[in-house]
């Protein structure tokens, strides 16, 4: 039971073009969403998030917008650079309990910025 | 401020065996989450340890098992090991009532292989 996706494993855009990453959840109960970055032999990479209450957050090159009604966000960077090649996880946060802070993630998608 | 920290890098192991993996959470962090990313896929939730309590379980059998220490380093062990056990084992720390809970750190994982 997949319940973060993203659907493209892999994106190219050419460096200075806005890259756009998208996620769909299945879950009206997350209540946190996350982007992280991450790089070969490297840990992933705290990135951008957004809390269920609001539709956009921008930091610098980096927004990310939720649409609760389509339980889908995206990512958006803009302009692209060559460093910002890389896989990005999407990942949603379940508040219970329980499971305290879990984070469920999708399967990643790989940018890669061609200069 | 020491990130987090997990050893060894790579390991090797054969079916059957056992295996602890070691993560030093970041200084003043008290809570470890545990990961395992197989191969194409995002990061799956093992468990969580709080304060040295376990404190939510991802679906992971029993032969999955943790510690935290009071310094709140932790262990992972594995026990009768398996070929689908091979992935990628992350750690993450966070210290919840803070900004940092939600985003939690990463260390750089523990490339586990099951002959």
């Known amino acids: 039971d997949q319940q973060v996706k993203q659907n493209s494993p892999s994106l190219s855009v050419q460096e200075g073009r806005i890259s756009i990453l998208n996620c769909d959840y299945t879950?009206?109960?997350?209540?946190?969403f996350l982007w992280y970055k991450k790089y070969p032999a490297e840990g992933p990479t705290f990135l951008i998030s957004?809390?269920?209450?609001?539709d956009k957050n921008e930091d610098g090159r980096f927004t990310v917008f939720l649409n609760k009604s389509a339980k889908h966000l995206s990512l958006h960077i803009v302009p692209s650079q060559p460093g910002d090649s890389a896989v990005y996880f999407c990942?949603?946060?379940?508040?219970?309990?329980?499971?305290?802070?879990?984070?469920?993630f999708g399967q990643g998608t790989t940018l890669q910025v061609k200069p | 401020e020491t990130g987090v920290t997990q050893s060894p890098t790579h390991l090797i192991k054969t079916r059957g065996q056992q295996v602890t993996l070691r993560c030093s959470s970041q200084?003043?962090?008290?809570?470890v989450s545990w990961y395992q990313q197989a191969l194409g896929q995002g990061p799956q939730f093992i468990f969580q340890?709080?304060?040295?309590?376990?404190?939510g379980r991802g679906n992971f059998p029993p032969r999955f098992s943790g510690l935290q220490f009071p310094n709140y380093s932790s262990e992972l062990n594995v026990n009768a090991l398996e070929l689908d056990d091979s992935a990628l084992y992350l750690c993450?720390?966070?210290?919840?009532?803070?900004?940092?809970?939600?985003?939690?750190?990463f260390g750089p994982g523990t490339r586990l292989t099951v002959l």
């Open positions: 993450a720390s966070s210290l919840p009532g803070t900004i940092s809970y939600n985003e939690q750190f």
């Open positions: 879950n009206s109960m997350f209540d946190y």
């Open positions: 957004i809390s269920s209450i609001k």
């Open positions: 990942a949603a946060r379940t508040h219970g309990s329980s499971n305290t802070g879990k984070l469920i």
């Open positions: 200084s003043g962090h008290n809570t």
């Open positions: 340890y709080y304060r040295e309590e376990e404190n």
